[in-house]
């Protein structure tokens, strides 16, 4: 996630504990739901998919829009956006692409429609262009809900320029800005007893719900990718917003503040971790993926697998060989 925070110069350079176990948890969860997002009929795997989704994306945004401001772009601003945000989609676009037609025989170059997860990094730069602008409005979050509740009346929204998420999600960018001006700061705190309860009763209760729901959810639901005539309706995508909101709020309060060993240092690796696990996923998925995992104990070594996979795509050796690929602005900055 080093990429989200080059947007904020003043804190860039400083390592948190904090955000860097939530940025790898979070990363993790999203390798692990993209391994077994088509696998319906194994119900440990489909409880853990639904329990854990507003620990995924939803937290990445907040993260995103917490390391965030408001100022307007300076052109040297605009300049480190393109270059840590536009290049990186491009080049993973790009890469996307060359597999697929390694793998198919078939060329199609990710650039107007996304590829996989890599449609986050097309929307950080329009939420951070936006930003300016919508800090002006009285109730940002409120308006931005309001805008994702409407984009599903829109029926040409879907993938192209990713659209449909890059609104959807814009709430969750917003609430993790909000954060860092200091909303909710006091139930946040570690030391408030109340709000901790709280937060452990949501997570759990997302894990009771999850299972009670487990065959009756659409995963294009949580995905908002498309208008409403594949995706639910208007009551259902504001009731997966208002999961989405309490359950990264969950993660936020009850993650311990110091550094935990190995987690926290394989944080700095979160960005590497959700940019460029499709790209080893899509050969593992190409010849079955994981739907051997029928038993229970083999359903839990696909978590397993998930995490060993998480570790070594945020590991040291990875990041000094992919640099080029999630953070080329490196190379901008030694030559200047």
Request: proline fraction near 6%.
């Amino acid at each position: 996630m080093r990429g989200v925070t080059a947007l904020l110069p003043r804190r860039a350079a400083v390592r948190a504990p904090y955000w860097d176990t939530i940025r790898y948890l979070s990363g993790t969860l999203v390798l692990f739901g993209h391994l077994v997002d088509t696998l319906h009929d194994r119900e440990g795997l489909v409880w853990l998919y639904l329990a854990t989704w507003p620990l995924r994306v939803p937290v990445f945004a907040l993260v995103a829009g917490w390391f965030s401001s408001a100022a307007p772009l300076t052109r040297d601003a605009a300049r480190q956006v393109a270059l840590t945000l536009l290049l990186p989609y491009l080049i993973v676009g790009f890469l996307h692409s060359a597999q697929q037609w390694w793998l198919t025989g078939r060329w199609w170059f990710y650039v107007d429609s996304p590829a996989w997860g890599a449609w986050f990094l097309l929307a950080l730069p329009v939420w951070r262009l936006a930003l300016p602008w919508l800090a002006r409005l009285r109730r940002p979050v409120v308006w931005a809900v309001a805008a994702a509740l409407v984009a599903g009346y829109v029926p040409w929204i879907g993938g192209w320029l990713a659209l449909s998420r890059t609104l959807c999600f814009l709430p969750f960018f917003l609430l993790g800005w909000k954060l860092r001006q200091g909303a909710y700061a006091a139930a946040l705190r570690p030391g408030v007893v109340w709000s901790g309860r709280a937060a452990v009763a949501v997570l759990a209760g997302a894990g009771v719900l999850a299972w009670c729901v487990r065959r009756q959810v659409d995963y294009d639901w949580l995905g908002m990718a498309q208008a409403y005539d594949s995706a639910g309706g208007p009551a259902i995508r504001a009731a997966v917003l208002l999961a989405g909101v309490v359950g990264a709020l969950a993660l936020l309060r009850l993650m311990p503040r110091r550094r935990i060993p190995v987690v926290s240092w394989l944080g700095a690796g979160g960005m590497y971790v959700y940019v460029l696990h499709p790209l080893v996923l899509r050969p593992l998925l190409h010849e079955g993926g994981v739907a051997w995992a029928r038993s229970w104990p083999e359903q839990a070594s696909v978590v397993v697998l998930a995490c060993v996979l998480s570790a070594g795509l945020a590991s040291a050796p990875v990041r000094r060989v992919t640099w080029w690929i999630v953070r080329p602005a490196r190379a901008g900055a030694a030559a200047r």
